[in-house]
């Protein structure tokens, strides 16, 4: 048998401690200790203050003053000009017809994107965006999580000459349009409880509506001037604005029996009617019977399993729904009579797991086509898709080394073909013909 080896008795050994040694050295200071000996006063403690990273700007009006050029310049009176006057010289088209899917598809298929349709305008992610409705100039708009509202023309070259970035909010801007009865006024909301216009004509961004205490998700136009607004708040409470009451405040406070919402629509046709998208449930209210206490909705479409992030009618008829559900699915009910049931039409699968760092998908209708679906894609190579009510893929856009992001938020032209799409790094992304 092999003996097992005996441990080597050369080991070093461990040294074993001193008794009365003298311990490591520590500060008195520390210790609080004066050097003789004797302990010391206790000093007393300041209190902290801390600063709120995103402090509200001043009430009232506020100077359209770029952060990205010098004040005052004449590039942005210019710039702002041009903008106030393509508004008198546009003629509005409200006959909108309705395309056949393959002349839809032919025009699609011209839309191609390159190095100059590619630009960052804001910082940090973009969180709303709106095309100008111009048929001669373009012009994006794209609210972002600083607070920011940046506007590029395309017209320019270089293409940064275009850009011009302000800062009318303190937090993420998750709502924008250009006016309908005047495009030259750009209204943004924010989650910082205020309400903004921004008229190109005077260079300012007048205060629409503020409430200090409340944190604005979503609005929509009740009348087709623009002098009504409904406006979503983040703890499910509404808002009836009128813009030609004098001051900022609401005429109504209304608590809906959503715990929250995060986006509102109005009805294209019957304008008394707005669908409004919370955390499960999508809702339907009648405007005339809004409830200041608590409203009931006239009905619900209820049959989401997870969170919601979006609701809208189609634009030209309001006859459809589309819905997107972070259950990887969206949705197309049959709005056609609003009554007790809104019928589920179509479920269309589609990967809508954005994650933490990117903005949320909300699939929307193209205006011109209103029963095709633009959303934005998480698959590879990257892309923006669109789809018909029926769940069929219509078309694919896809950007080579233009575009190697992901565009959570997109916006068609109203009349013509021309698609943005933004990003988590301020970049819009620019398709056309």
């Keep these: 048998m092999i003996k097992k080896r005996q441990p080597s008795e050369s080991r070093r050994k461990k040294p074993k401690k001193r008794e009365n040694g003298i311990g490591c050295r520590r500060s008195m200071r520390l210790l609080n200790v004066d050097p003789l000996g004797v302990s010391l006063p206790e000093t007393p403690t300041q209190p902290t203050v801390v600063e709120d990273e995103n402090p509200l700007l001043p009430p009232g009006p506020l100077a359209m003053t770029p952060e990205n050029r010098d ?179 609401h005429e109504k406070l209304i608590t809906s029996s959503l715990s929250k919402i995060r986006t509102v629509h109005v009805h294209p046709v019957h304008r008394q009617y707005f669908i409004t998208a919370g955390l499960r449930d999508v809702h339907i209210y009648d405007a005339r019977h809004l409830n200041p206490k608590r409203s009931q909705p006239l009905t619900s479409l209820s049959e989401h399993t997870r969170s919601i992030a979006s609701a809208y009618f189609s634009p030209l008829t309001g006859h459809r729904v589309v819905t997107t559900c972070a259950d990887c699915k969206l949705r197309v009910f049959d709005s056609s009579c609003i009554s007790s049931q809104i019928p589920l039409l179509t479920t269309i699968r589609h990967n809508t797991n954005t994650g933490r760092w990117l903005t949320r998908f909300r699939a929307v209708w193209d205006p011109k086509q209103e029963d095709c679906i633009i959303v934005g894609s998480m698959a590879y190579p990257r892309q923006v898709e669109i789809f018909h009510e029926t769940g069929k893929r219509v078309h694919s856009f896809l950007g080579g080394e233009c575009l190697v992001s992901v565009c959570s938020i997109n916006a068609m032209h109203p009349t013509r073909y021309i698609l943005a799409g933004g990003n988590s790094s301020g970049k819009i992304h620019v398709f056309m013909n």
């Design 71 to 249: 004040d005052n310049s004449e590039l942005l009176k210019g710039f702002l000009q041009t903008w106030a006057e393509v508004n008198k010289t546009n003629s509005k088209n409200n006959e909108k017809e309705l395309s056949s899917i393959k002349s839809y598809k032919a025009n699609l298929s011209g839309m191609v994107i390159s190095e100059d349709t590619v630009c960052k305008v804001t910082k940090g992610s973009i969180f709303s965006m709106a095309l100008h409705p111009s048929e001669i100039r373009t012009l994006v708009a794209a609210g972002a999580r600083s607070g920011q509202v940046g506007l590029w023309d395309l017209t320019h070259q270089p293409k940064e000459d275009g850009v011009y970035v302000f800062q009318p909010h303190s937090q993420p801007v998750s709502c924008l349009y250009f006016s309908p009865a005047n495009p030259a006024h750009i209204l943004s909301l924010s989650y910082d409880g205020t309400l903004r216009c921004g008229d190109f004509s005077k260079a300012v961004f007048e205060e629409v509506y503020r409430n200090e205490g409340s944190s604005f998700s979503s609005f929509d136009f009740l009348a087709e001037e623009a002098s009504t607004l409904i406006v979503g708040h983040w703890d499910g409470r509404m808002s009836l604005v009128d813009r030609r009451t004098p001051g900022t405040s």
